[in-house]
């Protein structure tokens, strides 16, 4: 019998699932993350189950949906009854650290004057950087630069309201992440004992700063880079959340107005989270190298994953919100162990997010909690023969997180099969329907068109399904009466 695997979990903060060589990008420079997937199982359709940060993390590390956690907008704290898998790994006997940010808890400097709140969440080393900016003194990045003599300064580039120089490659917060997890294994290197790293990185989430570097080679060639999906009068179909972002991110007309931007504006923000993401590969590949120079790789299941994505302007939209088009919930997912797992396999299966929590407790050969809601991904992984697809649809949530007016945002919910995707914006009378077969960019919605009606109402019966289903488990029935 193997020993229990090490797990190095590396998640990126808001990157879409089209920004990778291997997902298909012939842009970007990401050699080591598609070597991962040439060693490993990549999964085409991955989907996260909130389009924000909090909720999301709160769900994939509990293996719990949104509503269930109680944890569904930026700004809550966690419940300190939730049950993170880190902690059940920690409980069982393996060591955790984490770098860069965990963001279960409120953590803005306004309510947030030290560090981000914690519950038991099995980390023995935490090394906690919620964001690049200066803005705790715990913030252990800043601490870092301070210590090499610099300061985090990001500088504006000439002709570009939208963009900035960011910090150099050597010493930006993505190789301060990096850096910890390959402290972290090193020190391992002569233990015996099963460990567990979350590098937690803020990349590619904005501002968009890359190093000059990085940038530069897209600004060589930025008349080749592609605007953004977008076709003029689409906006008339769709929600009042996205005609209220296309003049602002959540609102704020200083926040990437679409409507004003130009086509250089549009391609420079692309140049820039593409140029975060070719550094994001750097490091994933020093950590590879850590890996296998402590002899450790054989035995380390390696995530890498986003919480959610960005729309980077597509469907005159920039960053994130009650929207669940492809580049918001589509997220790229990636675990590679030649040891365990067949190496070069494209799995094309619906999979979720909440999904990964239940798969690490397998893995470590561990009874799955019965407060988990997801469905192991073990038997994809090691190529098990099964009699039904894993997932006939995938499910996200969104509850009054973003896209604020008069105080209240967007309470939506979405359904996706392999053909269809069904977005409810409740008590407003909006919603969105489309045809992914037929319209893979989503530009046309259906929501109104009568010849879907009998889609349209199957697709609500779906929703209202996996509604149900995120009913907590907990606390257990023990017995029929």
Request: contains cysteine; charged residues 25%; aromatic residues 10%.
């Amino acid at each position: 019998m193997m020993e229990k695997p090490n797990i190095l979990w590396i998640c990126t903060d808001q990157q879409r699932f089209d920004t990778m060589g291997c997902y298909g990008n012939s842009f970007v420079k990401t050699p080591n993350i598609d070597k991962l997937a040439k060693n490993g199982v990549l999964f085409e359709n991955a989907f996260c189950q909130a389009t924000v940060c909090t909720p999301s993390r709160a769900s994939f590390l509990t293996g719990r949906y949104p509503r269930t956690t109680r944890c569904r907008q930026n700004g809550q704290n966690i419940p300190k009854d939730e049950l993170l898998v880190t902690r059940l790994l920690s409980d069982a006997g393996y060591t955790g650290g984490l770098s860069g940010k965990l963001h279960l808890s409120a953590c803005n400097p306004k309510v947030t004057t030290a560090t981000e709140r914690r519950i038991e969440d099995g980390y023995s080393q935490f090394h906690w950087s919620h964001h690049p900016e200066d803005d705790w003194p715990t913030n252990e990045y800043i601490q870092w630069l301070r210590a090499k003599g610099k300061a985090y300064r990001p500088l504006p580039i000439e002709g570009s309201r939208y963009v900035q120089i960011g910090p150099d490659a050597e010493d930006h917060q993505t190789t301060w992440c990096a850096e910890k997890a390959i402290g972290f294994i090193e020190a391992n290197e002569r233990y015996t004992s099963p460990w567990f790293f979350s590098v937690n990185m803020f990349d590619p989430h904005h501002p968009f700063n890359p190093p000059q570097t990085h940038l530069q080679r897209y600004l060589d060639r930025l008349d080749d880079i592609p605007l953004p999906n977008f076709t003029p009068g689409e906006l008339d179909s769709k929600s009042y959340f996205q005609r209220y972002d296309h003049n602002g991110a959540y609102g704020d007309s200083r926040l990437y107005p679409f409507s004003t931007m130009t086509d250089q504006d549009n391609r420079m923000v692309r140049a820039a989270y593409w140029a975060m993401i070719d550094l994001i590969d750097e490091q994933v590949g020093r950590m590879i190298d850590a890996l296998e120079r402590t002899a450790q790789l054989d035995n380390t299941i390696i995530i890498f994953m986003s919480d959610h994505g960005e729309l980077l302007g597509d469907h005159g939209v920039y960053l994130k919100g009650a929207f669940f088009y492809e580049p918001s919930v589509h997220v790229p997912l990636i675990i590679s162990n030649p040891a365990r797992f067949s190496p070069n396999r494209r799995n094309r299966e619906l999979v979720e997010l909440v999904d990964l929590a239940p798969t690490l407790m397998e893995a470590a050969g561990l009874n799955i909690h019965p407060g988990m809601q997801g469905k192991s991904l073990w038997p994809l992984l090691t190529g098990a023969e099964r009699s039904e697809k894993h997932r006939e649809d995938v499910y996200c949530e969104h509850y009054n997180a973003s896209s604020k007016q008069n105080g209240i945002g967007g309470f939506a919910t979405m359904v996706r099969t392999e053909r269809y995707k069904l977005v409810s914006y409740h008590k407003r009378n909006e919603g969105e329907l489309y045809d992914l077969q037929q319209d893979p960019d989503e530009i046309h919605n259906l929501w109104n068109d009568p010849n879907l009606s009998a889609v349209k109402l199957e697709m609500y019966e779906r929703l209202c399904d996996r509604m149900a289903e995120t009913v907590d488990p907990l606390p257990e029935r023990l017995a029929v009466w």
